[in-house]
């Protein structure tokens, strides 16, 4: 019975082992597909992942291998760290450590030396796992390098944007949707006296207090809303293409009043959206000044051409009144002459005779001359004859012979006819015209 009973429980054990050995086996398929999965799943991964146990790999895929210049053969058995470059090195250790102990979720960012002597940048995440029954690190690994280097481009390019904000000759900033200043150049710490590490990042429109003395909207502001009470505080303001232009009153600005010109502008992104607003302004003061002094002087100008105009006026009453008392004299003069010494003459010349008779003639002549406007008018209209040439004119107009002329002008008759000949050359007269007739139509 006993012997019966240990068939039976032998019977039994083997059953029992092959069925565990039946479920080994299972699970042994199980895990060579897992293996497989793992490995397949690994190969085709867009990640670099690695296996590193002791400080060296222990399993690689191709991607992993690839991007450091290598076969996975090459790298197995290989010190992991031997591929970091050695300035990234220590923070590599410190970042990886803090991950695996659960103080960090974040990937983090280092180079590693390819086997051609280049750089790359990737961006790793460990987590600790067992591998061969043995404590180990999964490692996963991104080549960011093409986002890097669009990084430092980008990077390069705000600097170079915000070393030209800086040098800009205008006092510029700018601020950011919530009001707070993201750019504070050069030239508006020289105005302000407020140096730019002292206000960037501040809000609550500390801007304006260099300016007005106190928290308070200004035109930057004025972008995105109306608002008139503050912009009634401009002496001009106008909306354009999205912009504001203004010009201040005197305003003091580090105890000195001036006046300033201001513009402001949206700031966009890649995408056009509004990611805040940029103000520049200048000190237009000695302008300003300018232009008042300029319209004060044309005022002054204005005034003493009407001052000019006025006296002008009453210098024309003057001459006008004097030519009249002139003219009036004249006539004076004249009439006394006709009246007082001509009769007086004439009784005279019929007392006298020879030499005597001969003066008194050309003293009544003159005399005539002086009432007749005949001598002005001939010097008037032909300037270039000379004073005895208008003296021979005179006589010939009176009908004198050439020998009566050369008498009374004690000359010989060749100069008189030699006057006559000037006369009648400088007054254009054909020999065809009558000298006499036409000095008679001048009286």
Same mark, same amino acid.
């Given at each position: 019975m006993a012997e019966k009973l240990s068939d039976d429980c032998v019977e039994i054990r083997i059953t029992e082992l092959e069925g565990r050995l039946s479920e080994f086996d299972k699970v042994k398929r199980e895990l060579r597909e897992s293996e497989l999965f793992c490995r397949i799943l690994a190969e085709s991964s867009?990640? %670099?992942?690695?296996?590193?146990?002791?400080?060296?790999?222990?399993?690689?895929?191709?991607? @992993?291998? =690839?991007?450091?210049? /290598?076969?996975? #053969?090459? !790298?197995?058995?290989?010190?992991s760290e031997s591929f970091i470059y050695h300035e990234d090195l220590e923070q590599v250790r410190q970042d990886a450590r803090a991950m695996l102990r659960g103080e960090r979720s974040a990937p983090y960012e280092y180079r590693i030396v390819t086997k051609p002597g280049g750089c790359r940048w990737l961006m790793?995440?460990?987590?600790?796992?067992?591998?061969?029954?043995?404590? @180990?690190i999964l490692g996963n690994s991104m080549d960011v390098g093409d986002y890097k280097l669009n990084d430092e481009t980008l990077k390069e390019y705000e600097q170079r944007l915000a070393d030209i904000i800086d040098f800009l000759p205008d006092a510029t900033f700018a601020i950011d949707m919530a009001g707070k200043v993201i750019i504070w150049n050069r030239a508006i710490e020289e105005m302000t006296g407020v140096r730019a590490e002292d206000i960037l990042g501040k809000g609550n429109y500390e801007y304006a207090i260099p300016f007005y003395g106190k928290r308070r909207p200004i035109l930057?502001?004025?972008?995105?809303?109306?608002?008139?009470?503050?912009?009634?505080? /401009?002496? /001009?303001?106008?909306?354009?293409? %999205?912009?504001?232009i203004c010009e201040t009153d005197l305003i003091p600005v580090r105890g000195r009043y001036v006046f300033l010109w201001g513009n402001a502008s949206p700031l966009y992104d890649s995408r056009g959206k509004v990611i805040g607003a940029i103000e520049s302004f200048r000190d237009i003061t000695e302008c300003k000044q300018a232009g008042l002094a300029l319209k004060e002087r044309e005022l002054d100008l204005k005034a003493k051409t009407h001052e000019l105009e006025d006296l002008n006026a009453a210098l024309r009453v003057l001459l006008k009144q004097r030519d009249e008392d002139k003219s009036?004299?004249?006539?004076?003069? !004249?009439?006394?002459?006709?009246?007082?010494?001509?009769?007086?003459?004439?009784?005279?010349? %019929?007392?006298?005779?020879?030499?005597f008779s001969h003066s008194i003639n050309v003293l009544e002549s003159n005399l005539k001359d002086i009432v007749s406007p005949f001598a002005r008018k001939l010097s008037m209209r032909h300037l270039n004859?000379?004073?005895?040439?208008?003296?021979?004119?005179? =006589?010939?107009?009176? #009908?004198?012979?050439?020998?009566?002329?050369?008498?009374? !002008?004690?000359?010989?008759? @060749? @100069?008189?006819?030699? %006057?006559?000949?000037?006369?009648?050359?400088?007054?254009? !007269?054909?020999?065809?015209?009558?000298?006499?007739? /036409?000095?008679s139509s001048l009286s």
């Open positions: 867009f990640s %670099g992942t690695y296996i590193i146990q002791d400080g060296k790999f222990r399993s690689i895929n191709q991607i @992993a291998a =690839f991007r450091a210049g /290598y076969q996975p #053969g090459e !790298l197995v058995g290989k010190k790793e995440t460990v987590t600790p796992v067992t591998y061969a029954r043995r404590p @180990a930057i502001d004025l972008l995105f809303k109306t608002d008139s009470i503050f912009e009634d505080c /401009y002496s /001009y303001l106008k909306r354009e293409n %999205g912009r504001v009036v004299l004249e006539e004076k003069v !004249l009439s006394n002459i006709k009246i007082l010494i001509l009769p007086h003459l004439s009784k005279i010349k %019929g007392r006298l005779d020879g030499e004859l000379t004073n005895r040439e208008v003296e021979i004119a005179n =006589f010939i107009k009176e #009908g004198m012979s050439t020998k009566e002329i050369a008498k009374l !002008l004690n000359v010989s008759e @060749a @100069a008189v006819n030699i %006057g006559r000949h000037r006369i009648r050359h400088k007054l254009n !007269l054909a020999k065809t015209h009558n000298l006499r007739s /036409y000095l």
